[in-house]
């Protein structure tokens, strides 16, 4: 008994002690009321010192963002469950603004937009936490855009060609093959030093699944982010992707990396702010949308930039991703993007539905950038390529109604037939530089004229190993490579002879050009 006496009066002396450490000053803590609450927004009242973009705690530790201050009540988006949360919670201001986990540790995870892993792999330890929204670069900060962004896509990289720090918009009706597009440039930066960061809006888990096992299949996940905002996530979280899927990426361009940000796609972004908005009471504008529709994407887009060696020279690269409705490019959203960004992809679902695939339509598609930093030995070969293949479609409508042609056209035809049947590609095979220089070669010297279209594949199947063991220093070419000397070119030329020959075998007769 005297034991437990004594205990306890070391007890109360040491909380004597503990108590009289406190420092004994005011805490100002900012507490609300919910007004009403449905749909993944509510309206708060009761906290008169609430900022534009603030982050709010509700109850159950739920997350908020302030985006409409009213007189009377504040506008909020949930970034989580409304279970629990009923008129009359409390709500607590935090004066912050959302922040995400940045780092190397977010390299080959899957998180949600505020850094919450969902990839089942534990917890991310190490991340730094950075503002959600952040300024762009100012212009004396950036430098010109001149290294080139192979996409592994011949049609891409030799007629719409993409520069790091290069913002180019794949648009296109919908199952059309605008990921796909999207997801064989990620894979085709398995061979560079690229960071990748995938954002899918408002996709359906099987979607991004199958974006998610394909690049683990192909490419090099564990230099790729992929933040997820499904179609069954608040919409709050799928507004907040986007932003959140710029920040992880700013933080490797900050430190001199090269990094490439997917948004797949800004059309449900936009749909899912319209719907938001319109919750909140915000009059609709053109075809519903809110008025700052365009603020929102122009300033998440224009964080797309090169930095200048003072700022360590990183770059980062925006390939938006935007859905139009029955080939409708003049649209709201489709058009706004349009002019926001530095050219677009435009896919053609006729092309799509002909096989031809990727279904680029090389007339409505542009790069407004990128032709300044295409390899030189790529820009030497593709000049007239663009002009050739144009005037075949041109010609190739004529015979479609039973047209006589001379001798002249209809090789002008045969000639680009091989041209279409060359910038067909399958998915998830993208191509070197050294390959893509020698199927133009191949193209441009008449090499495929005499080989049969159902070849083709087969001439392309064998052209890697092929140039392994012919043609080495095609096969190890570069980004700076100069235009090919007349003697190696001719060289090319005899070695993809052999190689078509040995595909063709009889059936191969002629002669190139």
Not at 61 to 86: N, P, S
Not at 148 to 163: E, K, Q, R, S, W
Not at 369 to 383: F, M, N
Not at 466 to 488: S, Y
Request: net charge negative; charged share 25%; hydrophobic share 45%.
């Amino acid at each position: 008994m005297a034991d437990l006496v004594e205990e306890l009066k070391n007890w109360a002396q040491e909380s004597r002690q503990r108590l009289a450490a406190l420092p004994l000053v005011p805490h100002l803590e900012h507490i609300g009321r919910v007004l009403q609450i449905g749909d993944g927004v509510a309206m708060v009242a009761g906290l008169p010192q609430a900022r534009l973009d603030e982050l709010l705690i509700f109850e159950g530790g739920v997350r908020g963002l302030a985006v409409d201050l009213g007189d009377d009540a504040i506008g909020c988006i949930l970034l989580g469950d409304t279970a629990g949360i009923a008129a009359g919670s409390v709500v607590r201001g935090t004066g912050e603004v959302a922040r995400v986990q940045v780092g190397q540790t977010l390299l080959g995870r899957v998180v949600d937009a505020l850094g919450t892993p969902l990839d089942g792999k534990g917890a991310i330890e190490g991340a730094q936490l950075a503002p959600v929204e952040q300024a762009a670069p100012v212009i004396v900060d950036r430098a010109l855009v001149t290294r080139p962004l192979a996409t592994g896509l011949l049609v891409v990289d030799a007629m719409i060609p993409l520069g790091r720090g290069q913002r180019e918009l794949i648009i296109g009706d919908r199952e059309t093959g605008k990921t796909a597009i999207a997801v064989d440039t990620i894979i085709n930066q398995r061979s560079s030093d690229m960071i990748c960061v995938y954002a899918a809006i408002g996709q359906k888990a099987s979607s991004v699944a199958r974006v998610i096992d394909a690049v683990r299949q192909y490419g090099a996940p564990e230099r790729c982010i992929f933040v997820v905002g499904e179609a069954d996530a608040p919409p709050g979280l799928q507004w907040l992707t986007p932003y959140s899927a710029f920040t992880m990426a700013e933080y490797f361009m900050k430190r001199g990396r090269d990094v490439l940000v997917i948004l797949d796609d800004l059309t449900k972004h936009a749909a899912c702010y319209r719907q938001v908005s319109l919750l909140l009471r915000r009059p609709p504008g053109r075809e519903a949308y809110p008025g700052d529709i365009f603020y929102i994407h122009s300033r998440l887009l224009e964080r797309a930039a090169k930095l200048g060696p003072e700022h360590g020279g990183g770059s980062l690269t925006a390939l938006p991703i935007a859905e139009t409705q029955a080939g409708n490019i003049s649209a709201y959203i489709p058009t706004n993007l349009i002019s926001i960004t530095d050219g677009q992809i435009y896919l053609d679902p006729r092309l799509f539905y002909e096989d031809q695939k990727p279904a680029v339509d090389i007339g409505k598609s542009v790069s407004r950038v990128g032709g300044k930093t295409q390899a030189p030995v790529l820009k030497a070969l593709s000049e007239s390529l663009r002009l050739e293949y144009a005037q075949f479609l041109e010609l190739e409508v004529f015979t479609r109604f039973g047209t006589m042609v001379d001798e002249r056209t209809r090789k002008v035809i045969e000639h680009g037939r091989r041209i279409r049947a060359v910038l067909g590609q399958r998915q998830f095979a993208p191509l070197s530089l050294g390959e893509h220089v020698a199927l133009l070669c191949a193209v441009a010297d008449g090499v495929l004229d005499p080989l049969p279209q159902d070849r083709i594949d087969a001439f392309r199947a064998g052209l890697a190993d092929w140039l392994g063991e012919h043609c080495p220093e095609i096969r190890a070419l570069d980004d700076d490579a100069k235009p090919l000397a007349d003697t190696v070119r001719a060289r090319l030329k005899e070695s993809l002879i052999a190689l078509a020959q040995s595909v063709g075998g009889k059936i191969y007769q002629g002669e190139a050009r």
